[in-house]
T-cell receptor
Framework: KNEVEQSPQNLTAQEGEFITINCSYSVGISALHWLQQHPGGGIVSLFM???GKKKHGRLIATINIQEKHSSLHITASHPRDSAVYICAVRVWYSGGSNYKLTFGKGTLLTVNP | DVKVTQSSRYLVKRTGEKVFLECVQD?????MFWYRQDPGLGLRLIYF???????EKGDIPEGYSVSREKKERFSLILESASTNQTSMYLC??????????????FGDGTRLSIL
């Protein structure tokens, strides 16, 4: 079983719909990242969070540490939101001075006009 | 603006060749990472480095080596390329210590095809 599970794997929506992508993890973490990758493009960090909720424009990320679960929401979705969204968890090592990331397999979101 | 630059976006090589993928960052980051990304498998860590001349194996190091002679540059080496190393390769960098709470910064990726 993967340490980081994302659902759904693929998601198709109509423009304007509210979208939710889920991420569950099985290891102890110091933080969780949501990343975005456009087709053929590099990866950009959307959020890094260790508790509660963060909002940036139409994007909202939440995390429940006790339940080891995070969600990424997109309100009023738009075709330009079409991308792969990746959840990654940050695990400390080397006595807490450094970390590495473990990634989910990603969710391919397609928003149709 | 912060920048992680990978030397090639697309690369085609032949089986058995020695292949070098280069990555340069301009953020004075201590950590640098090499990942490969495959459909259905997501991003997997090949090697990382937390300082000049220091390296640690990631989850899938077999068939790869790395070199970090300068802080800003991290090279991934395929000693004898094989077709199962055809993939998208992504480099990333990050800081440590008090800046460790900043996210990793990724390059645009190199799509490598081994024929």
């Amino acid at each position: 079983k993967n340490e980081v599970e994302q659902s759904p794997q693929n998601l198709t929506a109509q423009e304007g719909e509210f979208i939710t992508i889920n991420c569950s993890y099985s290891v102890g973490i110091s933080a969780l990242h949501w990343l975005q990758q456009h087709p053929g493009g590099g990866i950009v960090s959307l959020f890094m969070l260790s508790s509660g909720k963060k909002k940036h424009g139409r994007l909202i990320a939440t995390i429940n540490i006790q339940e080891k679960h995070s969600s990424l929401h997109i309100t009023a979705s738009h075709p330009r939101d079409s991308a792969v969204y990746i959840c990654a968890v940050r695990v400390w090592y080397s006595g807490g001075s450094n970390y590495k990331l473990t990634f989910g397999k990603g969710t391919l979101l397609t928003v149709n006009p | 603006d912060v920048k992680v630059t990978q030397s090639s976006r697309y690369l085609v090589k032949r089986t058995g060749e020695k292949v070098f993928l280069e990555c340069v960052q301009d953020m004075d980051h201590e950590n640098m990472f090499w990942y490969r990304q495959d459909p259905g498998l997501g991003l997997r860590l090949i090697y990382f480095s937390y300082d000049v001349k220091m390296k640690e194996k990631g989850d899938i190091p077999e068939g790869y080596s790395v070199s970090r002679e300068k802080k800003e540059r991290f090279s991934l080496i395929l000693e004898s390329a094989s077709t199962n190393q055809t993939s998208m390769y992504l480099c990333a960098s990050s800081s440590i210590g008090v800046r460790a709470y900043e996210p990793q910064h990724f390059g645009d990726g190199t799509r490598l095809s081994i024929l």
